[in-house]
Each structure stands twice: as C-alpha cells, then as structure tokens.
C-alpha cells in the first residue's frame, strides 16, 4: 500500500505547513510573554550567577547574614542580585496592574524606564569601584562569574527597557486597529 508520488508531496507539504505554524504561535507566545519571562530571568539568573562564584559553603543562612554584616560596597556582590529582585519585583507588580490603554503609555514603561536606569546606574558605580579597586599584584582577580554577573544586570536591565518600549508600542498599534482615542484615555 504506497502512497502515490502527489499524496506523498501533500502530506510533506501539510506536514511543513504545521511545522511553521507551530514555530510561529510558539515565537507568538514567546514575544507577548516576553515581560514575565524577563522578570524571571531577572530575578533567577544573577542569583545563580553569585551562588555560582561562591563556594559551597558559603550558601547557607549564616553566611548570607555575615555577607550583610560585612557589607562592603567596593567588594560585596550580594547587593547585586538584590537589586535585580527588587527591580523585577517592582516591574512585574505594576505590569500586573496595567492593562490595555494603561500599557500603552503610563505607569508601566515609566517605572520600568526609572527602576532599569537606576540600577544600570548603581551597578554601573559598583563595578567601577569593584573592579577598579582590585590591583592583580594583592592576588584577588576578578573571576569570569563575577565579571558575567555585572554584564548580566546590565544586559538584563536594558532588556527591561526595551520590552517595556515594545510592548507600549504593541499596546498602541492595539488601540489605533481599534480606533480608540489614545488621548481621550
């Protein structure tokens, strides 16, 4: 029982057809998820970044609370996973509260835009301090973690402002199809 040359043609056509069609709805469902996934990464990746670069022993609550009270800001990096925390924390509460026309412009892109440059900005002055503070010739190097834990919050703080732009821009074209008065909202 062979299938004709036409038949097999057609099925490898329909076959291609759903392959697309499931790559498109699952870049779809990416794209319009775009802000809770980045909020996750936020809030997980510079953590496992630090806990990472530290050694195992030092993953538990009494170290935590030492880290804090030997607080440095030219040499800790516990602040830095904070600060993404706190930042995605604050980002993913007011997405939540913002829909439709509040999504278009409003709160969301303006405390996204506030919360991602301050922490570039802090994250900016402590790697000056904590990179520029550590002379090779004293034997502490700067290790490739902590090096990608600061190029993480900052990649990941301008992601926050870029999705933040793309989904007010998705917002407004919503509301132009459907012909309502931005200004009127």
């Given at each position: 029982?062979?299938?004709?040359?036409?038949?097999?043609?057609?099925?490898?056509?329909?076959?291609?057809?759903?392959?697309?069609?499931?790559?498109?709805?699952?870049?779809?469902?990416?794209?319009?998820?775009?802000?809770?996934?980045?909020?996750?990464?936020?809030?997980?990746?510079?953590?496992?970044?630090?806990?990472?670069?530290?050694?195992p022993s030092y993953l538990s609550l009494q170290s935590?609370?030492?880290?804090?009270?030997?607080?440095?800001?030219?040499?800790?990096?516990?602040?830095?996973?904070?600060?993404?925390?706190?930042?995605?924390?604050?980002?993913?509460?007011?997405?939540?509260?913002?829909?439709?026309?509040?999504?278009?412009?409003?709160?969301?892109?303006?405390?996204?835009?506030?919360?991602?440059?301050?922490?570039?900005?802090?994250?900016?002055?402590?790697?000056?301090?904590?990179?520029?503070?550590?002379?090779?010739?004293?034997?502490?190097?700067?290790?490739?973690?902590?090096?990608?834990?600061?190029?993480?919050?900052?990649?990941?703080?301008?992601?926050?402002?870029?999705?933040?732009y793309r989904t007010s821009c998705r917002e407004r074209?919503?509301?132009?199809?459907?012909?309502?008065?931005i200004e009127a909202i």
């Amino acid at each position: 029982m062979g299938f004709s040359k036409e038949e097999k043609s057609r099925r490898i056509w329909r076959v291609l057809k759903t392959v697309f069609f499931l790559i498109t709805m699952a870049i779809s469902f990416l794209v319009f998820s775009a802000p809770v996934f980045l909020v996750l990464a936020d809030a997980l990746l510079p953590s496992a970044l630090l806990s990472a670069s530290l050694s195992p022993s030092y993953l538990s609550l009494q170290s935590l609370s030492s880290h804090f009270d030997n607080y440095d800001f030219r040499s800790s990096l516990i602040d830095i996973p904070l600060i993404s925390i706190i930042r995605s924390a604050v980002i993913i509460v007011v997405y939540s509260f913002c829909d439709g026309p509040k999504l278009s412009r409003g709160p969301y892109l303006g405390i996204t835009m506030i919360c991602s440059i301050s922490s570039l900005v802090f994250v900016s002055i402590k790697a000056s301090f904590v990179f520029g503070s550590r002379i090779p010739k004293e034997g502490t190097y700067v290790t490739a973690m902590e090096t990608a834990l600061f190029i993480s919050s900052l990649a990941l703080a301008i992601a926050h402002m870029i999705v933040a732009y793309r989904t007010s821009c998705r917002e407004r074209r919503k509301l132009l199809v459907y012909k309502i008065d931005i200004e009127a909202i």
